[in-house]
C-alpha cells in the first residue's frame, strides 16, 4: 500500500492535544522509517532525503511529537551532550498498519516500549551503515537495489533433519542488494558493537551457514550471499570474530572495522575473510542482472 493510501482518513484528523495540522504522504513515509528502523535521529531523516532543510524538519517534528504520531528521546552521545532520537507513537499505529504487512500488536508492541541504551545504540548503528553504503554506492556508480530492514529480512523456517522437525531463524541486522556493472551481489549486515561475547558471535554464523544450504536460494532466487560483519572493535576482534568462520564453507564471511568502513567507504575499505590471505571487497560471486 502506498502512503498516500495508508494516510486516508487520517489527513485531516486532529490529535488528541488539539494540535491542528494536517498529515502528508510525507509524514506517512517517516512513520514507516521509523517503524523499520526503530530508531532514528534528526540528521539520518535529512540524510535519507525526507526533508530540505534543518529548519523544516525541526518544525515538522516538534508538531509529530505534539501530535503523539512520535516520540523525542534525548539520547546521551557524550557525558555533556545529548541528541535527540525519534521513535514511534501510539497516534501512529493504525497508520504504519496500513503501510506495512505486519500485524498492528507487533506495531503497537514497537510503538509502546520503552527502549533500552543498547537497544538504540544498535539502531542508530545499522541506520549509519545504511547511509554509508548509499553514499560509497553513489559516489563509485553502484546501485543499491535493495535495503531490507532486520523487521523485514529476519526469517523463521523448518529444517528437516534425518526425519525431524527443528525451527529455525535467522535475524540479519539488514540485507542489502547492490548492483555492479550489470550483476547483482547479495550482502547481509550484521553490525558488532563488541558487547557480544565470542560464543554467541559463533552460533549467529552457524545459522546462517544452515541458511546457505538451500534456505536463502528458496527465498531471494540467488545462490550465495555473503554476510559482512561490520565492527566497532579493533584488528583484535577482527581476528577473534574471523577465527570462529574458518570451518564454514558457506556463505563467505567479511570483516572490517566501522572506522575503516568510514575512513575508506564501505565498498573500499579492507574487508578480511577466512581462507583469503590478501584483503577482498564485500561482493560474492556475481549474479547477472535480468534485463
Not at 558488532?192 to 552460533?203: H, K, T
Request: aromatic content about 10%; glycine content about 6%.
Amino acid at each position: 500500500m502506498s502512503a498516500a493510501q495508508g494516510l486516508e482518513g487520517f489527513m485531516t484528523r486532529t490529535p488528541k492535544n488539539n494540535c491542528n495540522f494536517r498529515l502528508t504522504v510525507r509524514d506517512g513515509c517517516v512513520f514507516k522509517e521509523v517503524f523499520l528502523s526503530r530508531a532514528i535521529d534528526r540528521d539520518s531523516l535529512i540524510a535519507l532525503g525526507y526533508y530540505g532543510s534543518v529548519a523544516r524538519l525541526n518544525n515538522r517534528l516538534t508538531k509529530l511529537v505534539g501530535g503523539r504520531y512520535l516520540r523525542r528521546i534525548a539520547f546521551p552521545t557524550r557525558p555533556t551532550s545529548c541528541q535527540s532520537v525519534y521513535l514511534l507513537d501510539r497516534e501512529a499505529i493504525d497508520i504504519v498498519t496500513r503501510l506495512v504487512d505486519f500485524d498492528r500488536c507487533e506495531i503497537a508492541r514497537v510503538a509502546r516500549q520503552e527502549p533500552t541504551r543498547a537497544f538504540i545504540e544498535h539502531s542508530l548503528l545499522i541506520v549509519q551503515l545504511r547511509l554509508l553504503i548509499e553514499q560509497d554506492a553513489r559516489r563509485r556508480g553502484y546501485k543499491v537495489e535493495t535495503f531490507g530492514h532486520e523487521a523485514l529480512v529476519r526469517h523463521e523456517y523448518v529444517e528437516v533433519v534425518r526425519g525431524k522437525q527443528f525451527r529455525r531463524i535467522v535475524k540479519p541486522d539488514a540485507y542489502v542488494a547492490v548492483v555492479h556493472d550489470g550483476v547483482r551481489h547479495h550482502m547481509f549486515l550484521e553490525a558488532d558493537r563488541a558487547n557480544v561475547s565470542i560464543a554467541q558471535e559463533r552460533r549467529s554464523y552457524e545459522r546462517y551457514a544452515r541458511y546457505a544450504n538451500g534456505v536463502f536460494a528458496d527465498a531471494y532466487n540467488a545462490d550465495s550471499f555473503n554476510v559482512c560483519v561490520i565492527t566497532l572493535g579493533g584488528g583484535r576482534r577482527v581476528s577473534h570474530l574471523l577465527n570462529q568462520t574458518k570451518n564454514i564453507e558457506q556463505p563467505k564471511f567479511r570483516f572490517a572495522t566501522l572506522d575503516a568502513v568510514r575512513r575508506e567507504g564501505f565498498f573500499g575499505a579492507v574487508w578480511e575473510s577466512s581462507g583469503i590471505c590478501s584483503p577482498t571487497s564485500p561482493f560474492v560471486e556475481p549474479v547477472e542482472v535480468s534485463r
